[in-house]
């Protein structure tokens, strides 16, 4: 009598999650060419892709990823049971952050795939994957570190260290000094004369409709505005830099460094 052939094992259920920071190297494309890999790895492992995950601009130092968070908590539904990546750093850049979010999808029966990194459940990958999260890591922080650098040596130098200059100030595009905005620093004047002079934010709002001044921004000027304004340290000369603590050091903004670091 023949032997009858074993059912074929059901290909497990797939999503993949796809990120990019958004620095100088990375954009829309960097996502394309994630997908395009991950695709082509699902279909040779006779998988398909049930579901993307997307976060684009945020940097994979943090878990505060909104995408990435749905996908955490999605697998707890079982609808899926592996999270297919181009690159482990895709999924973090944070070692311990790798390995708790990791160990959470494991509890609800999901592993995490790469396609570049080609790991299993032996007992050597357990060590590589170790290797290649902690040169990650590795890679973000020096990276960020030399960033910082540059950045503290443009302070030093007086030079722009970005964001947006205040209303008034522009950056020059060849010495990458602040300097006077005309066009904008006349209402940056009249806010003053007419604060110095004792009038209220009412009279001050009307007269710079009336002249048809904007914010930076190209609004109407309300009265944060224009407190703001008066408030920033930057029209009187002091520009100070490296004064606080990265947020996603100290999830807090607000907290500030010693002041023997401040430029």
Same mark, same amino acid.
Not at 176 to 199: Q, T, W, Y
């Given at each position: ?57 945020? #940097? ?53 795939? @790469? ?6 459940? @032996? ?6 994957? #170790? ?8 890679? @973000? ?83 944060? @505005? ?33 002041? #023997?670091?401040?430029?």
């Amino acid at each position: 009598m023949p032997r009858k052939k074993a059912p074929a094992a059901e290909a497990p259920r797939l999503v993949a999650y796809y990120r990019y920071s958004g620095g100088s190297r990375q954009t829309e494309q960097s996502i394309e060419g994630q997908r395009r890999d991950c695709e082509t790895y699902a279909r040779i492992h006779g998988m398909v892709i049930l579901h993307e995950y997307i976060d684009r601009h945020i #940097s994979g130092k943090t878990d505060d990823r909104p995408e990435f968070q749905q996908m955490i908590s999605d697998a707890k539904s079982g609808r899926f049971q592996v999270v297919l990546v181009h690159k482990l750093d895709r999924f973090s850049r944070d070692r311990y952050d790798s390995a708790y979010y990791r160990h959470e999808l494991k509890k609800h029966g999901v592993t995490v795939r @790469s396609v570049i990194e080609n790991l299993d459940d @032996s007992p050597e990958s357990v060590i590589l994957q #170790s290797v290649i999260e902690g040169m990650n890591e590795y890679y @973000s922080r020096n990276l960020a570190r030399e960033t910082m650098k540059g950045l503290k040596e443009n302070a030093y130098n007086g030079k722009h260290t970005g964001g947006m200059p205040p209303l008034g100030y522009r950056v020059d595009p060849e010495t990458m000094k602040i300097r006077i905005d005309e066009n904008e620093a006349n209402a940056v004047r009249l806010i003053f004369s007419m604060a110095d002079e004792g009038k209220k934010y009412p009279d001050i709002l009307a007269e710079l409709k009336s002249r048809g001044f904007r914010t930076k921004m190209g609004k109407t000027f309300t009265s944060t @505005s224009v407190h703001d304004i008066l408030r920033n340290e930057k029209y009187i000369g002091i520009c100070v830099y490296n004064r606080r603590v990265s947020q996603s050091v100290a999830n807090n903004s607000r907290k500030f460094k010693d002041k #023997s670091e401040w430029i």
